[in-house]
């Protein structure tokens, strides 16, 4: 029998119950475990905030996305988004499931190599690849997809130091029909510059065109938008095979399917907006299964999804500091985790529930975070019923890019813990410590103060 | 570092040639009992030898066939085999045994000797071409045949009337059973003494103990015959037609059929055709003074190797694919080729879908597929947790197989389409149109498939159009008798829909179970298993391909021996591969294997247990082009090679009824830093009550890059490294 929540006197407009037209505009709900772990244990025993992620729901929507792609398209390889969430135990479950490693740096290619990737098992995307790192993704076999001229001439340059052409793929930019139409990456095909870049390459026979890379943008919500680009890619395969006489081994869709979670200008929640990934997989396997390549001549089909697969799979347990009312009379609640360790705040409005629902009437709230900032916003407004200070509430989806772009800003980063298949809980990576911020740093000579040590005796 | 080469190079040019040369003189003697090695010859040799006259005869008429087939440029691997030296070295003991050896004699046999040749050059040409069975010994039969009857009419030629000392050599020593076979042994090279027959014999048990044990068998089965009859014993052993019933009983209980509990009774039944026709010929070349020689042999052989040639059924004998080696052998060939090898006669298909699949209903399921109807597959498409669909299932759409895309299987020509069935809503069936949108293809011979239940409209061939194997044929739906969305494949014998399936076979899939992937080269898919089709990699082709001329040598440390072997990786004429170590002289070993687009598979290891090529054999008995990293797959190899003598000898004595020592494989692969490693682990299992096995390690690592192949082997056994080896060039 827990204690209800006592609250300050207020006079507040009543929302629960009544039905509009959408329903019922609010709904209780609270969410005690994550896969079977009771989330009070997980927080007492490593703390909050704390990053938890399922194992279980990782291999689970990697295994219904593949088979949507898979049982559409007989070449299918998928390729574990790096970026999105790198830490080691996330990337080598991927792996395991058969992905290969996309990373779009030199650090995040020494990261896949340190987990044991095989250079020919890493796709080699962005827009700054450095003369070494080309030079050492050649030489073990990485797919490198070239960006920009610049890059080309240089990719150029460390190809004469092989024997054979080097094999690689050019990104390709393209109008898909959306907005904001991405064209900062890649080559443009509607503008020929695509084309074009083939050309150079080929004319130079220093290089070999392997593949086309395209990343038509983030969280697109048509899966049209992928067929139309898929379509292009393909015509755009045919044409340089019809002048060149090259075979496009590849074409690589790239990532940005959405997620469940909703962003803030949506309207309708994620769950119910998203278009189920087999919509995106039909729209891609039908366009290239449609474009009439030569049976044994099939390019075989990357995506580098990430934010899709793993989001799901990542939930936020954090603890209520206070309560507060604002000047304007809205409810306030500050919470231990802010936009340093949940960037993703800043794009989705996140589902946030109390562990326990101990009743009293629901009402919106912000939630701030810790830092002494006042962009440190977690949920601009939210639903909540009343909680008192110590109180648990878990955040999610927050599997996606939280753990790569969090910020140890103000505060340490918190633990991420993994519940494996079997109800195991491990910690994948621990709470930072100040050693671990400092270490880096170097105190010039000058700057040490000198201690006077007395000696006794 | 290493204590290497021990093999002083051969410098003598005249050394290699006196090899050569003396191979090429062995090789016939032992190619009359069906053996090939100089040291059979060598025995089969000095037994001619014992009345030297007579096989100094044998030798001329050997050395002129083989002269004569060269100068008339007849097939090198012909003459290599001894094919025309073994008959001109019969023709020559046949005459040298009829006449004294004269100077116009030699003459006279040389000139029987070339038509010998002429004869088996015909003859083997038209046999190979028309009927497919081998010529055996016809050419000396008849030359010997043509110069007898001329020899009538010439007066030059001088019968041998001194009998010839050695006959009566050791006779009467032995039980007169065992004095009659040995003579009868020796007979086929036309010695009459039991010595002869001794040194016969001694070659024959070299050669193979089967062999030995089924000339018993003939030899019995042809001389009960004959007793039972109350045949002649003057034929027996004066005429020694007993060679024909041990030669015959040889050649179909183990040399052309596959040696088994059958084969040895029909070699038994051989021995006593032979014994029939021998005393038919008897009295019917007797008025015509003609020695029936080896014809009871060529035509019982022949008939009864042809008879299982022309067979329709699987029967109980099996002809012996391939180059005829030693019973036990040809044997040993057959059984781990039907293990591990699909049956050439059951046609083989690749799965006509992408992705995971489940089988709802497999060969003789529970459903449908019943009676005529038996060897067929559903397939449909399930997640981890069983469900069929999302949403709610009420609608085909709903099903994660529908609007799934269907390939061809393998190459072919459409022969039939419909396409205009509507989808039933889920649980409903059209039994009206049972079979529901399908295509049937035409792939070769009788062998047709049909894929049903499609989507209305969604059929991409048309008839006529001829397709490729992985060709998009349309897109599954649910017409026809389907209440969900699934695919029904088939093989049939015939074009028309809903024609009695056939029994096959799908190639190069992965089974996946709660316990992992399984790699499988050829089966049949049961019931609820996960089957995907192989992904092939081509990187992993690269690392395990075994190039044609490609040489690798290596440094290897085994226990205390530090010692370098060469390989050379060689295709034939007819791309048949090999490696083969290269050694300046003894007895190199070799590994013969196939490989394709999707795998390969180490065929056979012939040589020493402890040479490292043996190790390749068992480190890489099989390896798929596989993308995926995390397959596991099985293996049955012959432990032949890997046996000390003993347990080979019992081995290979209880191989027709049972194999007494089980090899197993079970193999995985990773890319690691420096390339892909096979890792293979073996478990033998023997009956034997001693150990049997000579360095065979429990756990196999082949290190192989690509373009480069292996470049390292370490071998381990409970966990220590007992080989290892690494490339040096």
Not at chain 2, 653 to 671: G, I, K, Y
Request: one cysteine or more.
């Amino acid at each position: 029998m827990t204690k209800a929540t006592y609250q300050k006197p207020t006079i507040i407009r009543h929302q629960g119950g009544l039905s509009q037209k959408f329903g019922r505009p609010t709904r209780r709900a609270s969410m005690e475990r994550i896969d079977g772990v009771p989330v009070e244990e997980l927080m007492e025993k490593y703390g909050s905030p704390l990053f938890v992620f399922s194992e279980r729901t990782i291999r689970e929507r990697y295994r219904q996305a593949h088979r949507a792609f898979s049982i559409r398209y007989p070449k299918v390889q998928f390729a574990w988004s790096y970026k999105t969430n790198y830490i080691d135990a996330i990337c080598r479950i991927y792996h395991q499931e058969g992905s290969w490693a996309e990373v779009v740096s030199d650090m995040e290619y020494d990261m896949a190599r340190r987990l044991g990737v095989p250079g020919n098992q890493i796709l080699f995307n962005g827009p700054l690849k450095t003369e070494e790192a080309l030079r050492r993704a050649f030489k073990e076999g990485a797919h490198v997809h070239i960006d920009h001229y610049d890059e080309l001439y240089m990719a150029e340059q460390v190809a004469k130091e092989f024997d054979e052409p080097v094999p690689v793929a050019i990104r390709v930019n393209m109008d898909t029909g959306i907005y904001p139409r991405w064209d900062r990456f890649g080559f443009n095909l509607d503008a020929g510059e695509a084309f074009n870049a083939v050309m150079r390459m080929h004319s130079g026979g220093k290089l070999k065109i392997a593949g086309l890379h395209s990343h038509i943008g983030t969280f697109i919500l048509d899966p049209q938008a992928y067929g139309r680009a898929a379509s292009k890619l393909a015509e755009l395969a045919k044409r340089i095979k019809r002048e060149t006489g090259e075979v496009i081994s590849y074409i690589d869709l790239g990532g940005g399917l959405p997620s469940r979670s909703t962003l803030h200008e949506q309207y309708a929640p994620g769950t119910d907006s998203t278009p189920p990934i087999d919509d995106y997989a039909a729209a891609i396997c039908d366009a290239l299964l449609g474009a009439g390549f030569p049976t044994d001549e099939l390019p075989t089909l990357f995506i580098e999804s990430g934010r899709a697969l793993i989001d799901d799979a990542g939930t936020m347990i954090t603890r209520v500091v206070g309560n507060k009312r604002l000047a304007d009379g809205r409810r306030a609640v500050i919470v231990d985790a802010g936009v340093n360790t949940l960037f993703t705040s800043f794009w989705y409005r996140h589902d946030i529930l109390p562990v326990h629902d101990k009743g009293g009437m629901p009402e919106d709230t912000v939630i701030y975070g810790p830092l002494c900032m006042n962009i440190d916003v977690v949920r601009p407004s939210v639903s909540l019923p009343p909680l008192s200070a110590g109180d648990a509430l878990v955040i999610r989806p927050v599997g996606a890019y939280n753990v790569t772009q969090w910020m140890q800003f103000i505060r340490l980063r918190p633990p991420v813990v993994l519940i494996g298949e079997q109800g195991e809980v491990d910690v994948i990576r621990r709470a930072e410590c100040v050693d671990d911020i400092k270490g880096p740093e170097q105190l010039p000579e000058r700057f040490v103060e000198k201690r006077h040590v007395r000696v006794v005796g | 570092m290493f204590a290497l080469s021990d093999n002083k190079p051969w410098t003598g040019a005249g050394v290699q040639g006196a090899k050569r040369v003396a191979a090429t003189l062995l090789r016939p003697y032992a190619q009359v009992y069906f053996a090939k090695s100089p040291w059979v010859g060598f025995l089969f040799a000095a037994a001619t030898f014992l009345a030297p006259l007579q096989g100094l005869s044998g030798l001329i008429g050997l050395i002129a066939a083989d002269l004569i087939a060269r100068w008339l440029g007849q097939p090198k691997d012909l003459i290599d085999r001894g094919f025309f030296g073994f008959n001109g070295l019969l023709v020559g003991l046949a005459i040298g045994l009829y006449y004294n050896l004269t100077v116009p004699m030699v003459g006279f046999l040389v000139l029987a000797v070339f038509f010998s040749v002429v004869v088996g050059a015909v003859l083997h040409y038209l046999t190979t071409r028309y009927i497919g069975v081998p010529v055996l010994s016809t050419p000396f039969v008849f030359a010997v045949w043509a110069a007898l009857l001329a020899t009538r009419r010439f007066s030059e030629a001088e019968f041998a009337l001194e009998p010839i000392l050695v006959t009566h050599w050791g006779a009467g020593l032995l039980p007169a059973g065992v004095e009659l076979y040995l003579r009868s042994l020796g007979a086929a090279f036309f010695q009459l003494s039991v010595a002869s027959g001794l040194l016969v014999f001694l070659g024959l048990l070299i050669f193979s103990r089967w062999a030995v044990l089924l000339s018993m068998f003939g030899f019995a089965g042809g001389w009960i015959v004959y007793s039972a009859m109350g045949g002649s014993a003057v034929d027996l052993s004066s005429h020694l037609i007993g060679f024909n019933f041990i030669l015959a009983a040889v050649a179909v209980g183990g040399m052309g059929i596959v040696l088994s509990v059958s084969s040895i009774v029909y070699s038994i039944m051989a021995g006593a055709l032979a014994a029939m026709l021998a005393a038919g010929m008897l009295a019917l070349l007797g008025p015509y003074q003609l020695p029936v020689l080896a014809m009871p042999f060529i035509l019982a052989t022949q008939l009864m190797l042809f008879v299982v040639m022309v067979r329709t059924g699987k029967g109980a004998l099996e002809l012996v694919n391939g180059e005829w080696e030693t019973p036990e052998s040809n044997l040993n060939r057959a059984r781990y080729r039907h293990e591990r090898y699909p049956d050439p006669a059951v046609p083989v298909v690749y799965l006509p879908v992408s992705g995971r699949w489940m089988i709802s209903q497999g060969p003789d399921g529970e459903h449908t597929h019943q009676g005529a109807w038996a060897h067929a597959w559903d397939f449909e498409v399930d997640d981890e947790k069983g469900k069929k669909h999302r949403n709610g299932g009420t609608t085909p759409d709903d099903f994660y197989a529908y609007d799934a895309p269907v390939y061809a299987p393998a190459d072919g020509k459409v022969v039939r389409v419909v396409d205009a069935i509507e989808d039933n809503p889920v649980g409903e069936v059209d039994t009206a149109n049972n079979w529901g949108n399908l295509v049937i293809l035409w792939h070769s011979g009788q062998v047709y498939s049909a894929l049903c239940h499609l989507k209305k409209g969604s059929i991409a061939v048309a008839e006529g159009q001829p397709v490729v194997r992985g060709q998009i044929l349309g897109k599954l739906g649910n017409s026809g008798r389907s209440p969900i969305p699934h695919l029904h494949y088939q093989l049939q014998a015939s074009p028309e829909i809903g024609a009695p399936t056939l029994k096959g076979e799908f190639l190069h899939y992965v089974v996946e179970n709660g316990h992992g992937k399984q790699y499988v080269t050829h089966g049949v898919p049961d019931l609820g298993q996960e089957v995907v089709p192989l992904a092939t990699d081509e990187n992993v082709r690269r690392a395990v391909t075994l190039a044609p001329g490609r040489e690798w040598t290596w440094a290897v440390s085994r226990g205390a021996e530090r010692f370098e072997e060469t390989w050379e990786s060689r295709i034939d004429p007819l791309g048949a591969r090999k490696i083969v170590e290269k050694r300046k002289r003894g007895q190199a070993a070799s590994l013969s294997f196939y490989a394709d687009d999707a795998y390969m598979t180490a065929l056979e290891y012939e040589g020493a247990s402890r040479r490292l090529l043996g190790l390749l054999y068992l480190g890489l008995p099989r390896v798929p082009f596989a993308k995926d990293h995390d397959l596991t797959w099985s293996d049955n190899l012959s432990a032949a090679a890997f046996l000390n003598p003993a347990a080979n000898l019992l081995r290979d004595l209880f191989l027709p009824v049972r194999e007494l020592v089980r090899m197993r494989s079970h193999s995985s692969m990773r890319w690691a830093e420096h390339g892909l490693v096979v890792t293979t682990h073996l478990e033998i299992n023997s009956d034997l009550p001693f150990t049997v096995d000579r360095a065979v390690p429990e756990r196999i690592e082949v290190h192989c890059i690509p373009d480069m192949g292996p470049v390292a082997i370490r071998a381990y056994r409970n966990d220590h490294l007992i080989c290892q080896a690494d490339l040096i060039s």
